[in-house]
């Protein structure tokens, strides 16, 4: 699918100098945005670091759709929209949008929101046969959120994913704002069931955090609960002085491909043990996890002696396994 169907057409965007806001207040300038501190935006200016950025980007998992988080200024989006996928763009900056509709000629029909906000599910499930979106389901989700800026047609899907087995896949990337970085990693793995394939720019510190292994300080939380479901691979670093502005740290680029055997446990319970782990790693689990396993719990795989960065993902696994069937038995012995 050729991505030029995203765009507008040029006629319809020349004349027009700005934008107003939703309110009626003052024009939106489409030629300049600036970088807004409460947003975290740190816009990417090297257009051959976003090139690389687009290029980790695999098509693992024969998805045909692809959302960018965090759109910003454009620049990464140029080359995304010359890639085969059906390209949705992520963005809650006005000014932003006005800027991409202006100069790059994007469809506001294929404008989101907030990606922290974003059902997935609900996004595919209205995809036209066409692969197109669906004008109903666009329809009904701007009523859901009256009290929001509208831009264009843009779309705010709000809800809890249900897994459909056979729904369409869509690839994430993006240069994701740092102050809510480990939020969009958290909400992919929400939606994992529909994404097999992330490519994104975080803080350095983070994103060697995620791809960690076991045995060393950065392992931690971010690092077990990321590759209990996906491959990692760190792709490369980025020095400050291709953003504007820039900011005090270097960054990385990460990769997360699907597992196609993710961990198979209760991921809430391995989330309480990851967490309680981590958040006390000095102390051994058998402190640590106090607050997490019963008194009686008999600690068959021997782990309780260990440190949480001593454990494997696999090990973790293992562990919220043996304990779901320790309580699962103790009920039934009740």
């Given amino acids: 699918m050729n991505n030029r169907s995203n765009r507008s057409s040029r006629s319809s965007t020349k004349s027009r100098p700005g934008r107003h806001s939703a309110d009626g207040g003052r024009a939106v ?30 098509g693992f998992g024969a998805y045909t759709h692809l959302v960018e988080v965090g759109a910003g200024t454009g620049i ?5 929209l010359d ?20 100069h790059l000629q994007v469809d506001s029909s294929v404008i989101l929101g907030d990606f922290l906000r974003l059902d997935l599910g609900s996004l595919l499930r209205s995809l036209g046969p066409s692969g197109g979106d669906s004008a109903d389901h666009r329809a009904a989700a701007q009523e859901e959120m009256p009290e929001r800026s509208r831009i264009g047609a843009a779309k705010d899907v709000i ?59 950065t392992y ?32 990385g680029v990460i990769r997360l491909q699907r597992l196609p055997q993710p961990a198979d446990c209760d991921e809430s319970l391995l989330r309480r043990l990851v967490k309680a782990g981590f958040n006390q790693r000095r102390k051994r689990l058998g402190n640590a996890l106090k607050t997490v396993l019963p008194v009686d ?31 699962q038995d103790s009920s039934d012995n009740i």
């Fill in 29 to 58: 300038s489409v030629h300049y945005v600036r970088p807004k501190k409460h947003l975290g935006q740190h816009f990417l200016t090297d257009s051959g670091t976003a090139a690389r950025i687009a290029g980790g980007l695999t």
């Fill in 76 to 80: 990464l989006t140029r080359h995304l």
């Fill in 83 to 102: 890639l085969p996928y059906h390209l949705w763009l992520s963005e809650v900056d006005e000014q932003s949008i006005a800027h991409l509709i202006h």
């Fill in 159 to 217: 809800g809890a994913s249900t897994e459909v087995p056979t729904a369409p896949q869509i690839g994430v990337v993006g240069n994701f704002p740092y102050h809510i970085s480990s939020q969009i990693l958290f909400r992919v793995l929400e939606q994992k069931q529909y994404i097999p394939e992330m490519c994104g720019m975080f803080q350095r510190e983070v994103a060697q955090r995620i791809c960690a292994p076991p045995g060393n300080k």
């Fill in 220 to 251: 931690g939380i971010l690092s077990v609960l990321t590759q209990a479901y996906y491959q990692t691979e760190y792709l490369f670093t980025v020095n400050e002085g291709v953003f504007n502005p820039p900011p005090k740290v270097k960054s």
């Fill in 297 to 327: 719990y008999p600690d068959a795989l021997r782990l309780m002696d260990l440190r949480a960065e001593q454990l494997s993902v696999d090990l973790f696994v293992a562990l919220a396994r043996d304990l779901a069937q320790f309580i």
